[in-house]
């Protein structure tokens, strides 16, 4: 039986099961006929990428819905049941997305009906709330419903181990085998709310869990008393929370900080699970910003801030020596932010000896070369910040490093050991502390930009991504890794490449995963991964020049080579 036969018959089963509602149902005969349709919602179950279960919402199992969230559940209270013992427990937050409260509460009852008490907070709160809130209340794990910065139409599933970490891809392979142990939906109990929360299975957090989060967080400043002796009053802040959890918490921590000059984009601070004032809920897009920006210039604003729907994700927007507002790359907001913490605990005298800074594989070397300036140990991991966590909870418990600062270059950023998820609460406060910091000192962010440039070299990183959906763009993506794996270039534009670095075997200590890099003579490199969480296939570039208009132009070149040849196979 091919793909196609398969998604048919599955999607009948699902019109003939008596415990699928007749919505559902009335969905499913809207596209009768349609096979190509049908193929697409049942050829696959969604399946665990980097970022847990994550898709277009609607009927199927290739689809985010009341019933695949429910198996999901089940089969993770069932690897729960089989690894803890006495009472286990998990806690649930959710996103302002369309039906995540909904995909919340049904996941809570699920458990419930499975013994596993569960916390539920009320309403929307950031992803890394979550991961704090699994390690303060100790539980055995944790759920997030979030598609992160997906546009609209996605929803997600994130599961967490008792660390407060993303499930690693051995925990994540387990709870996937329980899931498919999960046959029919007569298997997913369920109990009523009233039940659940009569008999102390379902517990609702309340406000106090909020400040215990913002108090942990702001214990992160690292200038709170120069702040609160004037310089937060004066210096001007743009927020915008582009519809998601960020909103309450991020004013709330720069509030406590001393940050009073705030001003939030009144257009963007409701949630709105259609995000309708943005293309896509993104801040590492320029468009995120159109309205912040408008707004920061009525005001003459110091900086501009957003966040991302479930707020693990922040970009920043800084005025460049023309006085423009640009916004900044992931890795050059990283790269600040820890020039700024690392500088300011040499400068106390609380910078520990055995310090590291961790970073993902396709993450900018400047960041990791201004840690090591300072003497901090550098290391590696692969795409997905789940894998960042489990080296910090892994120095945790032997000692060998200091954790001082995490980041991808997808604009996740975390400092503390308090979650083992990125914080863009936590990043909007550094980055937003730093650049009153050094206004204080007569300089813009940009400026100390460049200062670290002329340190230590023009650094100039880029990204392209092309979305391939449906089954045929699976074979596509597959098909264009293939190609570079099977015929590697010998140079690009007349650079030779040196060095081609395959993870699909594992390297360097890391877990296999289906990513190459390729290492150029001039120092660049560009690497090509498919997408955990997305129909995309990322292809990623990094330059090093002698100025700023000579990277770009190395920059340009490399994408200009690259893409062309990834272009003619998808």
Not at 214 to 224: E, G, I, P, Q
Not at 424 to 439: D, F, G, H, P, R
Not at 440 to 456: F, I
Not at 561 to 569: I, L, P, S
Request: with cysteine; proline share 4%.
């Amino acid at each position: 039986m091919n793909q196609n036969e398969k998604a048919i018959e599955r999607y009948q089963a699902w019109l003939n099961d008596a415990l699928i509602d007749e919505a559902t149902k009335e969905e499913l005969r809207s596209i009768e006929g349609q096979e190509k349709e049908i193929t697409d919602r049942f050829y696959r179950d969604l399946e665990f990428g980097t970022g847990g279960l994550r898709g277009v919402m609607g009927a199927g199992t290739n689809r985010l819905n009341a019933y695949t969230v429910g198996k999901a559940t089940q089969g993770l209270a069932n690897w729960i049941l089989s690894r803890v013992e006495g009472q286990p427990s998990a806690v649930i937050a959710h996103d302002s997305r369309n039906n995540s409260p909904e995909f919340a509460l049904d996941s809570a009852l699920v458990l419930a009906a499975n013994g596993v008490k569960t916390y539920l907070f009320p309403s929307l709160r950031p992803t890394p709330q979550l991961s704090y809130a699994v390690r303060a209340l100790g539980c055995s794990t944790g759920i997030v419903i979030t598609a992160s910065h997906n546009p609209p139409e996605y929803n997600g599933y994130k599961a967490y181990g008792a660390d407060g970490c993303q499930l690693i891809p051995e925990d994540a392979e387990q709870v996937i085998a329980t899931i498919s142990q999960v046959t029919g939906f007569d298997q997913v109990k369920r109990m009523s709310r009233e039940d659940a929360e009569a008999q102390g299975l379902l517990v609702w957090l309340d406000a106090e869990a909020d400040e215990q989060y913002t108090d942990t967080v702001v214990a992160r400043s690292l200038n709170k008393e120069l702040l609160q002796s004037g310089l937060g009053e004066k210096f001007k802040v743009v927020f915008t929370p582009l519809h998601g959890s960020g909103n309450l918490p991020v004013r709330e921590v720069l509030r406590k900080a001393g940050f009073s000059n705030v001003h939030i984009v009144a257009e963007q601070e409701a949630p709105d699970g259609y995000f309708s004032t943005v293309k896509s809920p993104n801040p590492e897009e320029r468009e995120a910003f159109t309205l912040a920006m408008k707004l920061a210039q009525d005001i003459n604003a110091d900086i501009i801030m957003g966040t991302d729907p479930d707020a693990d994700r922040m970009g920043a927007v800084v005025k460049n020596n023309n006085g423009e507002y640009v916004v900044l790359t992931g890795n050059q907001s990283g790269a600040l932010m820890i020039e700024y913490v690392l500088s300011q605990l040499k400068e106390r005298g609380q910078l520990p000896a055995n310090g590291v800074v961790i970073k993902t594989i396709v993450t900018s070397e400047m960041g990791a070369d201004i840690a090591r300036s300072y003497g901090a140990a550098v290391e590696n991991t692969l795409t997905g910040f789940k894998y960042i966590g489990e080296k910090m909870t892994a120095y945790e418990q032997t000692g060998e490093h200091t954790f001082l600062f995490g980041y991808e270059e997808s604009y996740g950023y975390l400092t503390g050991d308090y979650a083992r998820d990125k914080d863009a609460v936590v990043a909007s406060l550094l980055i937003c502390e730093a650049a009153a910091y050094y206004s204080s000192q007569g300089k813009t962010l940009y400026d100390v930009l460049l200062e670290l440039y002329a340190k230590h070299g023009f650094y100039l990183e880029g990204l392209e991504s092309r979305t391939l959906k449906g089954l045929d763009g699976v074979q596509q993506i597959a098909g264009i890794m293939n190609d570079w794996r099977n015929n590697p270039p010998a140079e690009i534009n007349g650079v030779k490449v040196e060095k081609v670095l395959d993870y699909l075997g594992g390297l360097d200590g890391l877990r296999p995963e289906n990513v190459l890099k390729y290492m150029l003579a001039d120092g660049s490199w560009f690497c090509l991964r498919p997408s955990g969480t997305e129909p995309k296939i990322k292809v990623y570039f990094a330059v090093r020049g002698e100025s700023t208009e000579h990277a770009a132009e190395l920059l340009g070149k490399l994408r200009g080579a690259v893409m062309e040849r990834v272009d003619n196979k998808a």
